[in-house]
């Protein structure tokens, strides 16, 4: 999810008890809920294909998810030891086992949100590199950012913890009902798409929607695209196909560069398109959740290789 969704939920959990727990809770889960997107920096110094092949992966982990938490508590209660050395002012007073309790649940909301969408997360880094897709919430989702936004505000003038609670609870009513249309959509779209049947099929969010679905489904040679609409009963129509153009030679191929070694780590439902240049191939990589590959995007990457691949 995006950093303010992560952001939203540090606050609420924050106003519905912690804060009143211990010093520096507030603090613990807020950067705690954004902590594993340190992982960006991969930024400064690669490009954006390396960003993908290391992003929500070992900084998003199990191993990361047991010792964050240890981290940011430390790092907090060295920072309150500093400003308490810096002014003769009482301060609040730190309970280490609670401040421990609010790092570790702010870490731990962070990969549960990234589950939540299409673009996934590595839960099991370094342990193995699978990716773990929940099809549930687009990456930015307004309605989750109202929701907690109200409750944070609404506790915070208030001085009560009920608010955020509350819509804490909503946001997770939701989320769990996104989820369940999502399986129904699968359910619905097996049932109702032509043949053949798919290897494969994704029945992920789309932007502002709640009652509609983007459906990719892998044929074996080609990608179906389409939509899922619940009115209330989920409806399937397919809205186009695309040829995938990967075979096991070009695969090979693409592997043995860092670029299209990294595109193929990150891809759910790569597609390829070729032109030859000279005695090399330019190869067009592209993943059908974030475009066709047809104009230029952060999800599509030219990678060359020898001619003899195709």
């Given at each position: 999810?995006?950093?303010?969704?992560?952001?939203?939920?540090?606050?609420?959990?924050?106003?519905?008890?912690?804060?009143?727990?211990?010093?520096?809770?507030?603090?613990?889960?807020?950067?705690?809920?954004?902590?594993?997107?340190?992982?960006?920096?991969?930024?400064?110094?690669?490009?954006?294909?390396?960003?993908?092949?290391?992003?929500?992966?070992?900084?998003?982990?199990?191993?990361?998810?047991?010792?964050?938490?240890?981290?940011?508590?430390?790092?907090?209660?060295?920072?309150?030891?500093?400003?308490?050395?810096?002014?003769?002012?009482?301060?609040?007073?730190?309970?280490?086992?609670?401040?421990?309790?609010?790092?570790?649940?702010?870490?731990?909301?962070?990969?549960?949100?990234?589950?939540?969408?299409?673009?996934?997360?590595?839960?099991?880094?370094?342990?193995?590199?699978?990716?773990?897709?929940?099809?549930?919430?687009?990456?930015?989702?307004?309605?989750?950012w109202g929701a907690l936004a109200i409750g944070w505000i609404w506790s915070k003038r208030r001085g009560t913890a009920g608010a955020a609670?509350?819509?804490?609870?909503?946001?997770?009513?939701?989320?769990?009902?996104?989820?369940?249309?999502?399986?129904?959509?699968?359910?619905?779209?097996?049932?109702?798409?032509?043949?053949?049947?798919?290897?494969?099929?994704?029945?992920?969010?789309?932007?502002?929607?709640p009652n509609q679905r983007e459906v990719i489904r892998d044929l074996g040679d080609s990608l179906e695209t389409g939509r899922v609409r619940?009115?209330?009963?989920?409806?399937?129509?397919?809205?186009?196909?695309?040829?995938?153009?990967?075979?096991?030679?070009?695969?090979?191929?693409?592997?043995?560069?860092?670029?299209?070694?990294?595109?193929?780590?990150?891809?759910?439902?790569?597609?390829?398109?070729?032109?030859?240049?000279?005695?090399?191939?330019?190869?067009?990589?592209?993943?059908?959740?974030?475009?066709?590959?047809?104009?230029?995007?952060?999800?599509?990457?030219?990678?060359?290789?020898?001619?003899?691949?195709?």
């Open positions: 999810m995006d950093n303010l969704t992560h952001s939203l939920v540090g606050l609420a959990l924050a106003h519905s008890g912690f804060k009143r727990r211990t010093a520096l809770a507030t603090a613990a889960l807020v950067i705690g809920a954004n902590l594993p997107d340190v992982d960006a920096l991969i930024y400064l110094v690669g490009d954006g294909t390396d960003a993908l092949a290391f992003r929500r992966g070992w900084t998003h982990g199990v191993l990361a998810m047991v010792l964050w938490p240890f981290v940011l508590t430390a790092a907090l209660l060295a920072w309150d030891r500093w400003r308490q050395g810096r002014t003769t002012l009482p301060r609040p007073l730190v309970d280490v086992r609670w401040l421990l309790a609010a790092a570790a649940i702010g870490i731990w909301s962070h990969p549960l949100l990234d589950w939540f969408n299409s673009y996934g997360v590595r839960l099991l880094m370094p342990l193995s590199p699978r990716w773990f897709y929940g099809d549930a919430l687009f990456i930015i989702d307004p309605w989750v609670r509350v819509t804490l609870a909503l946001a997770a009513i939701y989320v769990g009902g996104m989820i369940g249309l999502s399986r129904w959509g699968v359910t619905a779209v097996h049932a109702q798409a032509d043949p053949p049947p798919s290897t494969r099929t994704m029945v992920g969010p789309v932007p502002l929607w619940f009115d209330p009963a989920p409806t399937y129509t397919a809205t186009g196909r695309q040829a995938i153009g990967l075979d096991s030679a070009l695969v090979r191929a693409l592997t043995a560069t860092r670029r299209g070694a990294n595109f193929l780590t990150w891809s759910r439902f790569p597609v390829a398109t070729t032109e030859a240049v000279g005695d090399s191939l330019r190869v067009r990589l592209s993943d059908v959740r974030y475009g066709s590959g047809r104009s230029a995007s952060w999800a599509t990457v030219d990678v060359m290789v020898p001619r003899a691949a195709n």
